[in-house]
């Protein structure tokens, strides 16, 4: 090879290769990292709560509406004119009272109608007693002549028909007057339909009127409803049972209402009802509560929430419910170590929830302070904590967040 050649060769080697050897002299150097070290962890900031002991209640909450313990609409029992309506809409009534009256002119002409016609059969009757009298001694005479053969055979005969006749035409005659007497009686009736009264069943009540249909001046027939009556001294509650709870209800059971309309004041309340047939559209059942109401604070149709508690359990060990937490699908809680620096995972077993309380099953000696505040910063085992709260409080005491 020529030395030109050389000298061109090394010219080009030099001019490609310079570009090369730079960059690999400045190639950043790629240092190991390093494996995440857990005992260099940093404290996590947590609150915490005392576990304590105390009285739990399995109660359930359910919503419904109040209904009248009895409710129905006042209708006339004949057609007539209404003349006069005693009440509107809020007034009271009681067992017995009338409500509202109607035109009973013609009513009233029949009663007397009734009554003349009854005194005319009475006279009827009258007439024939004396001449049943008569008839009867005549004939008691012709049997003792007959008996002494002093009076013919015809004759004797003839006195005992005329005896039997008047008997007869007197049990007539007061068939009459007993008919008269409950032509009248029946008149009375008709007449007493003029004037409407609340329901009497021997029990002095009070009912209230809901609504009013008709004004005075209106002509009503037996379909013809002119007011509303109900019964609010007590109230049902009619409420619907999950399928889930629904074994669980039993008569008796007593609850607990709330209403927006009263918020803060509780009324008492007891299952008297249970529907034997669950809805197999909503899954549900209707159950019925009795709602005593003395001061009438409460009124038909208000929505309500009843509370019915179907379990009591004493001493049980509980927890604030915001304590609980999953690690790796298991539920448990985070307790704080003897050191009061670090938090472990213990597995738990939960019963009956009162609120916010949670009742812990197993362990069954479980105790010690728990997290509550900042467990999702902690890992699957725990972690080092710096509680925020050391004098923590009870759990009785505790204010979920």
Same mark, same amino acid.
């Given at each position: 090879?020529?030395?030109?050649?050389?000298?061109?060769?090394?010219?080009?080697?030099?001019?490609?290769?310079?570009?090369?050897?730079?960059?690999?002299?400045?190639?950043?150097?790629?240092?190991?990292?390093?494996?995440?070290?857990?005992?260099?962890?940093?404290?996590?900031?947590?609150? #915490?709560?005392?576990?304590?002991?105390?009285?739990?209640?399995? &109660?359930?909450?359910?919503?419904?509406?109040?209904?009248?313990?009895?409710?129905?609409? +006042?209708?006339?029992?004949?057609?007539? &004119?209404?003349?006069?309506?005693?009440?509107?809409?809020?007034?009271? #009534?009681?067992?017995?009272?009338?409500?509202?009256?109607?035109?009973?002119?013609?009513?009233?002409?029949?009663?007397? %109608?009734?009554?003349?016609?009854?005194?005319?059969?009475?006279?009827?009757?009258?007439?024939?007693?004396? %001449?049943?009298?008569?008839?009867?001694?005549?004939?008691?005479?012709?049997?003792?002549?007959?008996?002494?053969?002093?009076?013919?055979?015809?004759?004797?005969?003839?006195?005992?028909? $005329?005896?039997?006749?008047?008997?007869?035409?007197?049990? #007539?005659?007061?068939?009459?007057?007993?008919?008269?007497?409950?032509?009248?009686?029946?008149?009375?009736?008709?007449?007493?339909? /003029? =004037?409407?009264?609340? @329901?009497?069943?021997?029990?002095?009540?009070?009912?209230? +009127?809901?609504?009013?249909?008709?004004?005075?001046?209106?002509?009503?027939?037996?379909?013809?409803?002119?007011?509303?009556?109900?019964?609010?001294?007590?109230?049902?509650?009619?409420?619907?049972?999950?399928?889930?709870?629904?074994?669980? +209800?039993?008569?008796?059971?007593?609850?607990?209402?709330?209403?927006?309309?009263?918020?803060?004041?509780?009324?008492?309340?007891?299952?008297?009802?249970?529907?034997? %047939?669950?809805?197999?559209?909503?899954?549900?059942?209707?159950?019925?509560?009795?709602?005593?109401?003395?001061?009438?604070?409460?009124?038909?149709?208000?929505?309500?929430?009843?509370?019915?508690?179907?379990? =009591?359990?004493?001493? $049980?060990?509980?927890?604030?419910?915001? $304590?609980? /937490?999953? &690690?790796?699908?298991?539920?448990?809680?985070?307790?704080?170590?003897?050191?009061?620096?670090?938090?472990?995972?213990?597995?738990?077993?939960?019963?009956?929830?009162?609120?916010?309380?949670?009742?812990?099953?197993?362990?069954?000696?479980?105790?010690?302070?728990? +997290?509550?505040?900042?467990?999702?910063?902690?890992? =699957?085992?725990?972690?080092?904590?710096?509680?925020?709260? @050391?004098? $923590?409080?009870?759990?009785? %005491?505790?204010?979920?967040?």
């Amino acid at each position: 090879m020529s030395a030109k050649k050389i000298l061109v060769f090394l010219i080009l080697m030099i001019v490609v290769g310079t570009p090369i050897v730079w960059r690999i002299v400045n190639a950043p150097t790629v240092k190991p990292q390093k494996q995440p070290d857990d005992s260099g962890a940093k404290a996590v900031a947590v609150e #915490v709560v005392q576990v304590d002991r105390q009285k739990l209640l399995d &109660r359930k909450s359910f919503t419904g509406t109040l209904n009248a313990y009895s409710q129905f609409d +006042v209708t006339p029992k004949i057609t007539g &004119r209404l003349m006069q309506m005693r009440l509107r809409a809020g007034s009271r #009534v009681t067992s017995g009272e009338a409500v509202a009256m109607l035109d009973d002119d013609e009513y009233r002409l029949a009663v007397e %109608q009734a009554a003349a016609e009854l005194e005319v059969v009475k006279s009827q009757l009258d007439a024939e007693k004396r %001449q049943l009298d008569y008839a009867l001694s005549k004939f008691n005479r012709s049997q003792r002549l007959f008996e002494g053969h002093a009076l013919s055979q015809s004759q004797f005969e003839q006195d005992e028909t $005329a005896w039997k006749t008047a008997q007869a035409n007197y049990q #007539v005659a007061l068939s009459l007057v007993k008919q008269k007497e409950a032509a009248l009686r029946a008149a009375n009736v008709r007449l007493s339909y /003029c =004037t409407l009264i609340a @329901p009497n069943n021997g029990v002095d009540k009070n009912y209230y +009127v809901a609504r009013t249909y008709i004004d005075e001046g209106a002509l009503v027939t037996p379909q013809t409803p002119i007011l509303r009556l109900v019964d609010i001294n007590a109230l049902r509650a009619e409420i619907f049972i999950i399928e889930r709870d629904y074994a669980r +209800v039993k008569r008796g059971m007593k609850a607990t209402l709330t209403t927006d309309v009263h918020p803060g004041k509780k009324f008492p309340a007891e299952v008297i009802h249970i529907s034997p %047939q669950i809805d197999p559209a909503s899954r549900q059942a209707p159950v019925e509560l009795l709602v005593p109401n003395p001061n009438l604070a409460l009124k038909p149709g208000m929505f309500i929430r009843a509370e019915i508690v179907f379990n =009591t359990k004493d001493n $049980a060990i509980v927890v604030p419910f915001d $304590a609980l /937490c999953e &690690r790796n699908g298991i539920q448990g809680l985070f307790k704080i170590n003897p050191d009061g620096k670090s938090a472990s995972f213990v597995a738990v077993e939960i019963g009956i929830r009162d609120g916010n309380l949670i009742e812990i099953v197993s362990p069954a000696d479980f105790g010690g302070r728990v +997290v509550t505040v900042g467990t999702y910063l902690l890992g =699957t085992e725990g972690g080092k904590v710096i509680v925020f709260n @050391p004098d $923590a409080k009870k759990t009785k %005491q505790y204010e979920g967040r």
